[in-house]
């Protein structure tokens, strides 16, 4: 599992990387996360998440959408979890640590998840995932 800032003009582009299809959805929170706060937290704060939507697509983006609102709504840095997907349903668990201003202000403020240039593909034995933070 990794992923990599990609170059471009005026918001945040990744490119994740992994394994199975549920480690990709958990490593691109991951890179959420440390694009947000500079580095992820560690920590026994959990919450739940369960996003339906349409498409591959849609669910990546509707996924991060609620990581990055239960981030900011109840100040966690999510570090680890666990997903589930059947079909386009995702039911799963976020930990993390308590937002420290201290610890957590080497990101960027991210705005939103964009649609513009969104898209997964299996590669060998690897999912890709390409996505842009707005910020």
């Known amino acids: 599992m990794t992923f990599v800032e990609l170059e471009h003009t005026a918001d945040v582009m990744i ?3 992994a394994r199975s299809y549920e480690e ?3 490593e691109a929170a991951r890179a959420l996360m440390t694009v947000m706060y500079g580095a992820t937290a560690e920590g026994t704060v959990c ?3 369960n996003v339906d939507s349409a498409d591959q697509e849609g669910l990546i983006h509707d996924f991060l959408s609620e990581v990055l609102y239960l981030s900011e709504v109840n100040s966690i840095v999510f570090f680890s979890g666990t997903v589930r997907i059947q079909d386009n349903t995702l039911s799963g668990i976020l930990c993390g640590g308590t937002f420290d201003p201290e ?3 080497g990101g960027s403020e ?8 969104l898209k997964i593909v299996k590669e060998h034995e690897n999912y890709i995932l390409d996505v842009i933070f707005d910020v």
Not at 110 to 117: A, E, H, L, N, P
């Open 110 to 117: 991210v705005k939103g998840i964009s649609y513009s240039g």
């Open 47 to 49: 919450c739940d998440v």
């Open 15 to 17: 490119r994740v990387s």
């Open 103 to 105: 610890k957590h202000r």
């Open 24 to 26: 990709l959805f958990l």
